[in-house]
């Protein structure tokens, strides 16, 4: 397998560093303990918005680091969540005195993680809120598992909490935004090809050349089960469907459509699913009122994508409008 | 033949955890390929040199003391689920020694039982959900017992150990239903769970300490 890599162990590191060398606008890179903060942190009177998880997901969630959506990203080693020292010192960098929201992917570290970070950070007398991000309908029974994952939909939930958190909402309104998005979005992912982390240097899964994995999260996972490949068209309905009927998003609901490229799949054909997507959406009279498409929440160098849907209402929409300036998604500002 | 388990036998202990995760590494991170996302070798190794590395200027002053150095770093290195909940493991058992300066059984199956709830507690598993619970439990079940027998220090780790090594090859047949492996459903069906066997091999390393530490008292 080849990659673009020096040492194993330091791609998250050298990643970071690389970003924070490119966005000095916008980024100020710590290390030990390793995080990247906006670079006018903190912002007086502001809630101030921290993300963070395992390295490999990129632009998540540094690139997202900037006004109008996060304050502080806090990435761990590769698909490793951070260590709570981290998210301690990262909250301590961002705290301007209106108190810190923590967005979670709700994957078992991540949770226990900054679940300890909250802990911390509260006996230190800093105002703490915890949101968890899970918008993966590709787990079903929550009871038999760690519960739904926090996969694509979280660059949802970061924009438009970050968009609140400038207006000036204080810290239980953009808490209360951000559980808004959470509970109004929906995701569901397909692999064409696993991903290799970097110090395994073999692919997480096999798959056939003619297998896909669908249900996959974003660490290289095996997902919920294994079919042979089909036709583009075909695999996007496999993917919306539950997606469409989890919710349920129904006749007349306006959305934020999410095409996201899992690493390795060019951007022509997340445009094909897109097309796709847009396809069995006017055949179920689900208007779209805003778009993303793009490599936002990655695994690696997986080939694949998600497709995720927001019910939008106007205040959502013109959350998800206001001013964004950050390495990886700008506009209005 | 005295069982005498003090501060040194505890640090000793702790560097043969460490190099029994080293040498480990790449099975323990071939399990959580099979059924997780593969790190849990990388991470756990990563953990234990950052705790032989503060070993080298730190002198723990008791067997408590050298549990909270593991937990402490631990928790700041290692990341993913097994961070928080091995520090959590290591700081309370550290707690439940207290300031004693050696250990005995009954605080071996204290701070075993203490363990095990603090797991329980932050990870919000129980027996047969195929975590590292299936091997901490039936450990202090078993330490418990071991003390409660009448069983000297070296028993009581040898009896923890045994029922970890048990408990963790007990989990093969288990469908995951917490962490990472829970959202392969049935297909978690016929592997061991890698946190399991992590926790089989760092009891087996305290309980070999606990054998250096009679063979050194033996010869003195």
């Known amino acids: 397998m080849k990659k673009l890599i020096n040492n194993p162990s330091d791609v998250a590191a050298e990643s970071l560093a690389g970003m924070g060398l490119a966005h000095p606008d916008l980024l100020r890179v710590h290390t030990d303990p390793a995080c990247a903060v906006r670079v006018d942190a903190p912002v007086a009177g502001k809630v101030a918005l921290v993300s963070g998880g395992g390295s490999g997901h990129e632009p998540l969630h540094a690139g997202f680091v900037g006004p109008g959506m996060l304050d502080a990203a806090v990435p761990g080693a590769v698909f490793t969540s951070p260590t709570p020292d981290q998210v301690q010192a990262a909250v301590a960098a961002v705290d301007g005195g209106a108190g810190v929201l923590l967005l979670v992917k709700n994957y078992t570290g991540d949770v226990l993680n900054f679940e300890m970070a909250a802990e911390l950070a509260a006996a230190e007398g800093v105002a703490v809120e915890t949101v968890v991000v899970d918008d993966d309908v590709a787990v079903q029974d929550s009871t038999y598992t760690a519960g739904r994952r926090g996969v694509a939909g979280t660059v949802l939930v970061e924009k438009i909490a970050g968009a609140a958190a400038a207006r000036g909402d204080d810290l239980a309104a953009v808490a209360g935004i951000a559980r808004r998005v959470v509970g109004a979005t929906r995701t569901m992912g397909v692999a064409l090809t696993a991903c290799t982390v970097p110090h395994s240097g073999t692919p997480s899964f096999e798959l056939g050349e003619q297998e896909i994995e669908i249900g996959i999260g974003i660490h290289g996972e095996p997902g919920r089960e294994r079919r042979p490949l089909v036709p583009a068209d075909e695999l996007v309905r496999l993917l919306l469907d539950p997606v469409l009927a989890d919710l349920p998003f129904e006749d007349g609901d306006r959305v934020l459509l999410l095409v996201n490229g899992m690493g390795a799949t060019p951007l022509s054909e997340l445009y094909v699913a897109y097309r796709a997507a847009r396809g069995v959406l006017d055949g179920r009279g689900v208007t779209v009122e805003r778009s993303l498409v793009g490599n936002y929440t990655t695994a690696l160098d997986m080939a694949g994508c998600s497709v995720t849907l927001l019910r939008l209402d106007d205040e959502l929409r013109d959350l998800w409008d206001a001013p964004v300036h950050t390495a990886a998604l700008r506009w209005g500002a | ?220």
């Open chain 2, 1 to 220: 033949m005295t069982d005498v388990y003090d501060t040194a036998a505890t640090v000793s202990a702790v560097r043969a955890a460490a190099a029994m995760i080293a040498g480990h590494k790449a099975e323990l991170t071939r399990l959580d390929q099979a059924i997780g996302d593969g790190d849990h070798g990388e991470n756990l190794a990563r953990g234990f040199h950052a705790v032989l590395v503060k070993l080298e200027s730190a002198a723990p002053a008791t067997p408590a003391d050298a549990l909270k150095l593991v937990a402490t770093t631990l928790i700041s290195t290692v990341g993913g689920a097994s961070g928080p909940l091995y520090g959590t493991a290591f700081l309370r058992a550290s707690t439940a020694l207290a300031g004693a300066a050696e250990l005995t059984p009954e605080l071996v199956a204290a701070a075993l039982a203490a363990a095990r709830d603090g797991v329980v507690a932050r990870g919000k598993a129980e027996p047969g959900d195929k975590t590292m619970v299936d091997a901490l439990g039936p450990a202090a079940e078993a330490a418990r017992a071991a003390a409660d027998g009448g069983g000297g220090v070296r028993e009581v780790l040898a009896a923890a150990a045994d029922a970890a090594a048990r408990g963790s090859e007990a989990t093969v047949p288990l469908q995951a239903r917490k962490g990472r492996a829970s959202y392969l459903g049935e297909r978690s069906v016929g592997h061991v769970d890698p946190g399991s066997r992590s926790t089989a091999y760092l009891l087996a390393s305290f309980a070999a300490g606990a054998t250096g530490a009679a063979d050194d008292s033996d010869r003195s």
